[in-house]
């Protein structure tokens, strides 16, 4: 732009030189004239190396101003996912607060289902519950099954035992159904380490499985467990056997942690045995909002 008008500016001093050559063409005059209009040409000159300047500055501040944009877009998107991380962690917490007051809640009703199933039993028979893992240990002092045998005892104290632990299972797994805390119920058939000579392939994993089947059999067959669903609409019930792979925790090779207070340097391998061979019935607290 500064070109063009410096053209300009000399086209028209061109003319003007031209039309004034006569009133002053003395050589003073002309030299005069030159001084100044030299004088104009740097200022003019100045005043677009000024241009110049400010133009590239501009544009480094375009420049700037695009890359504060993108960073500022950025931050926004990272602002945006910190804000719906927020809002996740928020609704975690409330799920898992939910989670933990159920827990509470099932742990407690489990407490009171095996004081009840105990009030009914001997001094000297009695089933254990473990809150850790919430599960209710049947000894094998209740339920006598013939070593390598999977049947359940035919006798008029194992058919009393079974059902009165149904009706009281039934009374509470109801009312804890209605409160949406059970999700599902595990019977599961543990073993000791012996091998089972009558099928050496499957040995002691059938058996388990076998055993814990049976026992869900009679528990059904007094009054129908299976037909509790938890708030999914699944069945409540399923069963497992897990042969010798969990040992009792007070069983000389049990596990390390749990809630038991025992002391298993003092039992004999038969009492440590006794142990193992057991039936458990495990408790799976219900919460949607961690699913």
Known sequence: I????????????????????????TPEAMRARIRELSVKVAILEQEKNQLLADSKELKNKKRELAELKEKLVTIEEANERLAAENRRIVSEYGAYDAYDSAEKKLIDSIEKLTAEINRDLDDEKWVVFDKTSKTIHIPESL????????????????????????????????????????????????????????????GNWKL???????FWLALDKN?????????????????????????????????????????????????????????????????????
């Open 2 to 25: 500064m070109s063009c008008l410096l053209l300009i500016f000399l086209f028209l001093l061109s003319i003007n030189l031209v039309n004034t050559k006569g009133e002053s063409d």
């Open 223 to 291: 009054i129908k467990l299976s037909k509790l669903q938890n708030p999914d609409g699944a069945k409540l019930f399923s069963v497992s056997g897990y042969a010798d792979s969990r040992p009792h925790e007070c069983s000389k090779d049990g596990r390390s942690y749990g809630t038991a207070d025992c002391n298993r340097d003092e039992l004999t391998k038969i009492q440590s045995d006794s142990l193992k061979r057991r039936i458990d019935i495990r408790f799976n607290t219900y919460h949607k909002g961690l699913r």
């Open 143 to 202: 339920i006598r099954f013939e070593k390598g045998k999977s049947d359940l005892p035919q006798d008029s104290e194992t058919d009393k035992f079974i059902s009165s632990l149904s009706n009281q299972l039934y009374s509470h797994l109801k009312r804890l159904r209605e409160q949406s805390l059970v999700d599902s119920v595990f019977i599961e058939g543990h073993t000791d380490s012996d091998p089972v000579r009558s099928d050496p392939e499957k």
């Open 208 to 214: 388990s499985s076998e055993r814990a089947i049976n």
